[in-house]
């Protein structure tokens, strides 16, 4: 990364003095005007300045990308520097999405005529990407990641513990057994999940719709959820909450459910107990009594992977329409809708935003919110957004052999290092690997192949009942993929669940 004490763009904070500061809360915030953006605290601040990146590397970016066919799909929590480029970019092959929406822009990208595909993520995101290119028949189109060594992930690391081998062993000898994977997790672990148990993969924004509907769909189904232990709670929680709802409430949600129905749903539900992602743990008691303290007049957002605590309040939030638990793409669109419509009924007082999942979303966020406010300029609207940080907060070090700490890395206890709601692992991508990758590519991503292999999604040479992995991890990719389509389990699944169950 960059030194950010010599580059050209001043603050965002200092540069535009009209915007009004935020009030003096005990979280950093980022406040969004039409013109600017105000921050507190360096964190803050230095999310504000990459929102005004260097031109000459946003130029850079673009021809690069132009002389080279390359496409570009980048996850919403890349650090500021790199997705103040990526969405400064001309280019129309760079996308920055949810981990599902990178796979499917990847493939309207080769469609469109990109010979390469660079994925800014985590392994899996890049192993996904591919898959979803095979299926489609864009086998001839390069993948890369921008690091050379494994970029992991604590949540998919838990899939690969025995007792997660175990938890699927107990879910193969149960009848009707469904289990719902969440995408977070590589393709051989999806493959060997496969091999044993009917498999489908959810991501946090089609996971409850696709719970409804199973349970829906097949009789006495019984679904084995994992890895992510708090999205099972969390999950197990909202079942519990619905069950609760009357009967129209319910059929609104889902028309082949009743209040009996997903009560006799709920024993059938189990989640796996050991699997956390390090992020979304950092949003505990101490962060939601804080945000329950100061800021009570606050909007909640929080993904579906954060501790019981967050979900509960974003969830009650959600219930009293100040609020939204879901995906990235949930989140990012409960913001633009809400500044929608305060700007519709003329309300000028600034909302604030608690932003209950990665910092990094905030880019995406704060251009998005400023889209609007420029649409309807003259509102004079602003908007706040605020990274709650927990004390035990992760910081990212220097030394290669100890890349993560735990603890903050100084200042109120958010910095650019990473002591904050920041992913270690997401950061590994960063703007001068993507550069250094980016020269080396040429025209049709194949020449260079024997130095770029490290580079390429992890090609796995396991072989599980005859079957390759990208193969068999592939299959529960593309039921949920139909799922998406249709709405319903595909056909061949629910055969699977009631077979192998027999
Ligand atoms: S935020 Fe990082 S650790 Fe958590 S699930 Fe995403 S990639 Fe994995």
Redesign the pocket.
């Known amino acids: 990364m960059q030194d950010t004490e010599t580059r050209d763009p001043q603050p965002s904070g200092t540069a535009n003095p009209a915007v009004t500061p935020p009030l003096a809360p005990p979280f950093p915030s980022l406040v969004i005007a039409e013109d600017g953006f105000a921050a507190q605290g360096a964190f803050a601040e230095a999310q504000a300045m990459y929102l005004q990146p260097d031109t000459a590397a946003v130029a850079r970016l673009d021809a690069l990308l132009e002389t080279h066919a390359i496409g570009v799909v980048a996850h919403f ?1 890349m650090d500021a520097e790199l997705q103040g480029v990526l969405s400064s970019a001309k280019s129309p092959h760079i996308h920055i999405a949810d981990s599902l929406m990178m796979a499917d822009r990847a493939v309207a990208m080769a469609e469109a005529g990109a010979r390469t595909i660079v994925v800014l993520g ?1 392994d899996f995101m890049s192993e996904n990407v591919r898959a979803t290119l095979d299926a489609a028949g864009h086998r001839d189109v390069a993948v890369y990641r921008v690091a050379s060594k494994p970029i992991g ?4 690391e838990s899939a690969e513990a025995p007792a997660y081998a175990a938890y699927l062993k107990r879910a193969s000898r149960s009848p009707r057994a469904l289990h719902v994977i969440y995408v ?1 997790t590589s393709l051989q672990i999806k493959a060997r999940a496969q091999a044993l148990v009917p498999t489908l993969t959810c991501t946090s924004s089609n996971v409850v719709p696709m719970v409804l509907q199973a349970f829906a769909q097949v009789p006495e189904l019984q679904i084995f959820f994992g890895p992510d232990t708090y999205m099972g709670q969390n999950l197990t929680a909202m079942l519990r909450a619905l069950s609760a709802l009357d009967a129209d409430s319910i059929t609104r949600l889902h028309p082949e459910h009743t209040p009996a129905s997903l009560a006799q749903a709920l024993p059938r539900f189990h989640h796996f107990q050991q699997g956390v ?4 743990h950092m949003f505990g008691d101490r962060v939601v009594e804080r945000v329950r303290r100061d800021y009570a007049d606050a909007f909640i957002t929080a993904h579906l ?1 954060v501790p019981g605590e967050m979900f509960g309040l974003g969830f009650e939030a959600q219930r009293q329409g100040r609020g939204v638990v879901g995906s990235t793409s949930n989140i990012l669109r409960f913001i633009t809708d809400t500044i929608a419509a305060k700007i519709n009924q003329k309300d000028g007082e600034r909302p604030r935003f608690i932003l209950g999942t ?1 910092s990094g979303m905030v880019t995406s966020v704060a251009r998005a919110v400023q889209q609007i406010l420029r649409e309807h300029g003259g509102s004079g609207l602003e908007a706040e957004i605020v990274f709650p940080v927990a004390s035990e907060a992760i910081a990212r070090t220097d030394d290669a052999s100890l890349p993560i700490v735990p603890g903050v890395a100084g200042g109120e206890g958010c910095t650019t290092a990473g002591g904050c709601a920041t ?1 270690p ?2 950061k590994m991508n960063s703007l001068d690997a993507l550069f250094d990758l980016l020269e080396r590519i040429d025209a049709a991503g194949q020449a260079a192949t024997d130095t770029l292999a490290a580079y390429r999604p992890k090609d796995y040479s396991e072989r599980i009942d005859g079957k390759s992995v990208a193969e068999l991890g592939a299959v529960s990719i593309l039921h949920m993929r139909e799922f998406q389509k249709t709405g319903r389990l595909p056909a061949a699944l629910v055969e699977d669940i009631i077979n192998r169950g027999a």
Do not use: F
């Open positions: 929590y985590v992930c604590s949540l998919a977070n992602c390090i992020v979304h992977e990665e992913c692992y997401m």
